[in-house]
């Protein structure tokens, strides 16, 4: 077997988490043929360079560059054009620049008919696009023949359509169809019947589905189903069968026990391209156009046979070329095994109409989608598609019908692609856009290129901002970014980078958050100029906000996000969909305080349980006891005011820091020494002694029972590497802490040992603290904690100023905030060790490396393919809103490439409220009421009454109540000036319906 590469986590650690190492590895050791650099070609190319194949090779035989490539091929410029140069030529460096980690090269041999292929048998993958069907035939012939058979795909873009065909062979093996992690419940209760029924602990939802197959461990009583594997039949979310448990073998059930799904490799079979010409199996996507894909399918090869017998493609809104595309598709569709009653024939003219073009955001969405299965083909990592896929942005179209022929014709620039598809007029409105992007990540990256190629701003601006700078991390799905821009402005970059693309477009590039403290900047002014905003975000509490201002500035928002294979696209469109914060987001459960700190049951627990002491140690701790000599002054200072009685916060905490304050790396080694003791000992037995393995509850059941598991006191071991580790990097951070001195040789093994032997560890007390056991309960504010024996602090901090440890200028202690991304800091060993120590401790499934880096840096697994298919679908929702599209045009979509599976869906209406008879308002709804200077609130509820019919019980702005008759004193208001109790001009109404 080969040797294992070696992952660049630094680079692919986002990717990591969604494809696994086993995936990366076989990427890494693959290579992939690609021929064809179109728009959707290039798009393709360059998410598998970022994700890293050994070798991508790129094949465009005698083509050169033309104005028509300039609408979606982002790496040629005007003048690759006009020096008639070959694609693939131009683009192969540019590609290779995208990841040191791979090979591209550049094919020079003829692609035709005639050409030798035999060199296909290199590659485990090939990926033909845009090519002649004759020619799909042969080289899908040619790779189901090989021994090892060669993995197929063929993809193209017409205008405003794009299709994508595989075939993976007779025989091909999917290791994980769906890459969600392994599913594991907690089981109540096994029953002895025909149907053995597993219920699940406290009605936990197990997710589980009909057919997959499960595993037990830890079950008491029924032991004979430990480590047996059983198929699963669903029996509610709480509860799910596993076959017939009545015999002899099985025991009743007692006690405890955690069932855990396998994931099972599975064996698809695929068909030829040719016997799927005519009996397509085709993956449904928009339920509402569900006929959409049959006709496309006949139009795409009715194009292909009129490229045959013309030698060129339709021309650009032709509609004689248009009615022998679409009497080809009738030919075609009786040779077909189940014929359309009726063919759309619509849907076909706008498909030779626009066959000649190239719609960018489509070619981005498209080359995301057949990027991945390509990734697929070479891993056996997610489920393939089986076999077709068709993706259209005909709704467009619908937009468009008053366009005279010529405003589509091309002019010689870099719009030619996309005149084709949507005219002149529509190129016009796009280019007079004025668009505010937040965030200039991945999503934003993608969405910026779209913006270029679609000449977005070139007579209006787009103004971006993110206040983060560019990480290595980054590289791997944030394409505008090379390594040198590590550490710089990702915004600054990507409106450079963007603008190379198009050096027409217009881009201010800020670094701010958005948020209250940036009002002055992004204020109701500055939305008032912006035809859309777009979010291209990771948290939920700015989205929220953006949505908030947009409410308020009456504009459209597009929200898009992805995770892992999935992603989602939102379309917000004042007056005619509801806004983003209509739809609740799920609630995000923290683990309870007492779980976390003495009852772990899962990984998860003991992770968080390392982060937080990560936390307080290094970080909190050293926090508080700096701002605690910053507020009180010297040492001499603070005893003179516990001398005089007075109660300072964080007292306890100073204390402790003081008389534990290590001043030699010895002494960082043996405080690390003690805490493995106190951590993984004594805790464990603290509990045990608190409650002893027979305690029972009031109810007579055991204490000790599933999900809690009873620790075990851990013996320090300097022969165990993990135990070693942990004193090791815990002693380090704390030298980097009290700022103690230290150097590399100190960790050797021989000198840690040596200094770790001379540690004397105090014998276990019984500890009397009350150990917390309701999940109701919050972790208690470190700062309340009190001490009664002030007369033994001011003793102690005497004698450390005596003996020299505290001094008047006291030094200050260096917090080290957690960085997940740097593999030399020790912040993950940290974790890894902690986490890890606690799970033997709890007889806890140990986490390696790369789980306990996802879950302790709280990281969002992240592929480039997905964020290419989420910015390209979100493009093309841009072009409608900025086109003013009615609502039934719009999608909202939820996709998952792992699958693959695409739900549109119309974007929900906004909901009315009736005021009173006949008066409805939205959220969306802001009434205006125009004064003068000496404008009283009594003129102002006279002015809505006679306006809208309504009498105003109450006015209210913010959180300030500014009339309400049952309140002292605000009958008053009534004849006073209106304007003093308004800082903005947006009121908040609490209305009674007017009574006539």
């Not at 990591?16 to 990366?24: F, H, N, T």
């Amino acid at each position: 077997m080969s040797a294992e590469i070696e992952i660049d986590d630094a680079l692919y650690s986002r990717q990591r988490y969604v494809l696994g190492d086993g995936a990366m590895q076989k990427m890494a050791r693959s290579s992939v043929l690609l021929v064809g650099m179109d728009g959707l070609g290039i798009e393709i190319a360059k998410n598998i360079v970022l994700a890293g194949v050994k070798r991508l090779s790129i094949q465009d035989w005698n083509v050169a560059a033309s104005y028509i490539d300039l609408s979606s091929q982002f790496f040629l410029t005007s003048e690759d054009v006009r020096s008639n140069r070959n694609r693939a030529e131009v683009v192969r460096p540019k590609l290779a620049d995208l990841n040191p980690y791979v090979t591209v090269d550049f094919l020079t041999a003829p692609f035709t008919l005639e050409s030798d292929i035999g060199y296909l048998k290199d590659y485990q993958c090939v990926i033909l696009v845009d090519a002649d069907i004759t020619l799909q035939l042969r080289v899908n012939y040619f790779c189901r023949n090989q021994t090892e058979q060669i993995k197929f795909i063929a993809a193209s873009l017409h205008g405003m359509f794009g299709s994508a065909f595989c075939d993976f062979g007779d025989a091909f093996i999917v290791s994980d169809i769906n890459g969600e992690e392994a599913k594991e419940v907690f089981v109540a209760d096994i029953t002895k019947a025909q149907r053995g029924v597993v219920t699940c602990l406290e009605n936990t939802m197990h997710r589980l589905e009909t057919g997959d197959v499960i595993t037990f461990r830890e079950v008491s009583g029924m032991d004979f189903v430990n480590g047996k594997q059983f198929e699963v039949t669903v029996e509610s979310p709480y509860a799910f069968s596993i076959g017939d448990t009545r015999g002899p073998q099985y025991e009743t059930y007692l006690t405890g026990g955690i069932a855990t799904q396998i994931k099972l490799p599975r064996r698809i079979s695929f068909e030829s391209l040719e016997s799927q010409l005519r009996t397509p199996s085709i993956l449904p996507t928009d339920l509402q156009k569900m006929e959409t894909a049959a006709d496309l399918h006949l139009g795409f090869l009715a194009l292909a046979k009129f490229r045959e017998q013309f030698e060129r493609m339709p021309n650009i809104r032709c509609a004689n070329d248009a009615a022998k595309v679409i009497h080809l598709a009738g030919i075609l569709n009786l040779t077909m095994k189940e014929p359309l009653a009726e063919l759309n024939t619509a849907l076909l003219q706008q498909l030779s109409f626009s066959a000649q073009g190239s719609f960018p955001p489509l070619a981005c969405a498209l080359g995301g989608v057949v990027a991945q299965e390509g990734l697929k083909a070479v891993t056996g990592k997610f489920s393939p598609l089986m076999q077709w896929l068709y993706l259209d942005s005909s709704e467009i179209t619908t937009l468009l019908k008053d366009e005279e022929p010529s405003s589509y014709m091309p002019r010689g620039d870099r719009y030619d692609g996309l005149r084709a598809c949507v005219g002149d007029t529509a190129c016009e409105r796009l280019a007079s856009a004025h668009i505010f992007m937040v965030g200039c990540g991945a999503i934003g990256c993608e969405m910026l290129k779209n913006y270029a190629l679609l000449g977005l701003g070139i007579n209006g601006l787009i103004s971006i901002t993110d206040h983060d700078l560019i990480e290595k991390s980054n590289l791997n799905r944030q394409f505008l970014f090379r390594s040198q821009h590590i550490q710089k402005p990702k915004s600054v970059v990507a409106a450079f980078a963007a603008q190379e693309i198009n050096p027409s477009v217009k881009i201010t590039a800020q670094q701010m958050k958005v948020g209250p403290q940036t009002e002055q900047m992004y204020s109701d002014q500055f939305f008032s100029k912006q035809d859309i905003v777009i979010n291209a975000l990771d948290n939920v509490e700015t989205r929220r906000y953006m949505d908030s201002r947009c409410v308020t500035n009456q504009k459209p928002l597009l929200d898009s996000g992805t995770l892992g294979a999935k992603g989602h696209i939102q379309v917000i469109v004042p007056h005619l969909t509801e806004s983003y914060v209509s739809q609740q987001d799920p609630v995000e459960h923290d683990i309870p305080y007492c779980t976390v700190k003495s009852f772990p049951a899962v990984t998860e627990h003991t992770i968080q349980w390392a982060r937080d002491k990560f936390e307080s140690a290094f970080m909190m701790k050293p926090m508080i006891y700096n701002k605690f000599w910053s507020s009180h002054g010297s040492p001499e200072s603070v005893i003179q005011k516990l001398k005089d009685g007075k109660n300072l916060e964080n007292l306890s905490l100073l204390v402790k820091t003081v008389a534990n304050q290590p001043t030699t790396w010895s002494s960082c080694c043996y405080l690390a020494r003690r805490k493995f003791e106190k951590y993984f000992n004594h805790k464990a037995r603290n509990l045990l002694h608190a409650f002893p393995l027979d305690t029972r509850l009031k109810d007579g059941t055991l204490f000790w029972q599933s999900p809690k598991r009873p620790p075990i006191p851990l013996l320090f071991d300097s022969k165990n590497s993990l135990h070693r580790e942990f004193v090791a990097v815990t002693a380090r951070l704390l030298a980097e802490v009290y700022n103690v001195k230290m150097n590399n040789q100190d960790l050797l093994p021989e000198k840690m040992e040596k200094v770790i032997s001379e540690v004397e560890i105090a014998s276990w007390q019984p500890s009397f603290k009350t150990i917390e056991t309701d999940e109701s309960v919050k972790r208690p504010d470190p700062s309340t904690t009190c001490i009664d024996d002030l007369q033994t602090v001011i003793l102690l901090l005497e004698q450390a100023v005596q003996t020299g440890r505290l001094k008047s200028d006291v030094s200050s202690l260096k917090p080290v905030v957690f960085e997940k991304d740097s593999e030399t800091n020790g912040h993950i060993d940290y974790i890894f060790t902690a986490s890890n120590l606690r799970a033997v401790m709890y007889n806890i499934d140990a986490a390696d490396r790369l789980k306990t880096k996802r879950i302790a840096g709280r990281i969002v697994p992240a592929i480039a393919t997905t964020t290419a298919a989420v910015a390209g679908l979100a493009s093309i929702e841009l072009v409608k809103v900025l086109l003013q599209a009615p609502l039934e045009t719009y999608k909202n979509c939820f996709l998952n490439l792992a699958l693959p599976a695409f739900v549109y869906s119309e974007p929900a209406a906004c909901s009315k409220t009736e005021l009173s008879d006949g008066v409805y308002v939205t959220l969306w709804d802001r009434w205006e009421v125009k004064g003068h200077p000496d404008f009283t609130l009594s003129e102002f509820l006279q002015t809505v009454l006679a306006k809208h019919k309504l009498s105003v019980a109450m006015v209210v702005h913010g959180v300030k109540m500014v009339y309400v008759p049952v309140m002292p004193g605000h009958k008053k208001r009534l004849t006073q000036l209106y304007v003093p109790y308004f800082r903005l001009s947006l009121v908040k109404l609490y209305n009674t319906p007017y009574n006539t």
